[in-house]
């Protein structure tokens, strides 16, 4: 599976980590997605994706691709063989500029690029998409079209300042004291967020937390899971076994034998460090 990323120039690098094209055989027919605060926009160039986020209990077809704003909980993700993509990992508060919709309106409910976007612009630029010879190629090309598609939205600055804040301090940074520095409400920021990012800083905050401590696992090597939880700041394992469940769809044990899979069968994949084997 070939990955090629390009980080874009300004103003898009504030508001997007990077653009990325993705071709190939997937290393699974079905993949677990673990919740992150990290929104997406996916360009699909080939046969339909399945997703089931959410509660959903059933995967749903993706033709022209999705957008999903920062999840709460694990998603499932279904890549055609073979398969064909662009998209863009977004910062927190990136993809809301590019959106019709609040952000919270996407919280683990995908929508398909149609909807954000309005059938014919999508078929244009999937069509100029699938026409592009090499993936730096088409990587340009979804570049313009953002910048062709920014937009100005209100709170954007203080949702970003204070995210970068929660970011910085992996989620530890007490909530209470951002509102104080930026002299904002609660009640505003929570607003706010949801808007721009679709939750709030105290969820944004606990998904840092989260995703800080299972990327820092060694599944390698035997793990104290009362270590791990006291950690990370939990008041009891029983809590971070929750939370685990909540954001990974496993228990920490099946976690580390999923993980422990992808690395014994797709060692050095590019898709290898989130997402895990479903089947």
């Not at 046969?47 to 509660?55: C, E, K, V």
């Not at 630029?125 to 990587?139: C, F, G, K, S, V």
């Not at 905050?205 to 899971?225: E, G, H, K, M, Q």
């Not at 029983?238 to 044990?253: K, M, S």
């Amino acid at each position: 599976m070939e990955y090629v990323s390009r980080v874009p120039g300004p103003p898009l690098d504030g508001l997007i980590v990077d653009l990325y094209s993705l071709e190939g055989a997937p290393p699974y027919s079905r993949l677990l997605l673990p919740a992150a605060p990290a929104p997406l926009l996916i360009f699909n160039l080939g046969a339909p994706f399945l997703i089931r986020a959410g509660t959903e209990s059933e995967a749903v077809e993706y033709a022209d691709g999705c957008a999903v704003a920062t999840p709460t909980r694990a998603w499932e993700f279904g890549y055609p063989t073979p398969t064909r993509s662009v998209g863009v990992h977004f910062r927190p508060w990136g993809l809301a500029p590019f959106l019709p919709m609040p952000a919270a309106e996407l919280c683990d409910r995908p929508a398909s690029v149609e909807q954000i976007w309005g059938q014919p612009a999508v078929a244009e630029l999937r069509h100029r998409l699938t026409l592009a010879d090499a993936p730096q190629e088409r990587l340009l090309l979804l570049e313009e079209e953002l910048l062709r598609r920014l937009r100005t939205i209100d709170g954007l600055d203080i949702v970003r300042h204070l995210s970068s804040a929660i970011a910085e301090t992996r989620g530890t940074v007490p909530i209470s004291d951002l509102g104080v520095a930026a002299r904002a409400s609660s009640t505003y920021m929570a607003k706010r967020f949801k808007e721009v990012i679709g939750v709030t800083p105290k969820r944004l905050a606990r998904s840092y937390r989260f995703t800080a401590t299972v990327l820092a696992l060694n599944v390698a090597a035997p793990i104290d899971w009362g270590d791990v939880a006291a950690g990370a700041g939990y008041f009891d394992q029983a809590h971070f076994v929750h939370e685990f469940r909540e954001y990974t769809g496993l228990t920490p044990t099946r976690y580390v034998e999923a993980r422990q899979r992808f690395l014994r069968e797709h060692p050095d994949h590019a898709l290898d460090g989130w997402p895990l084997p479903v089947d």
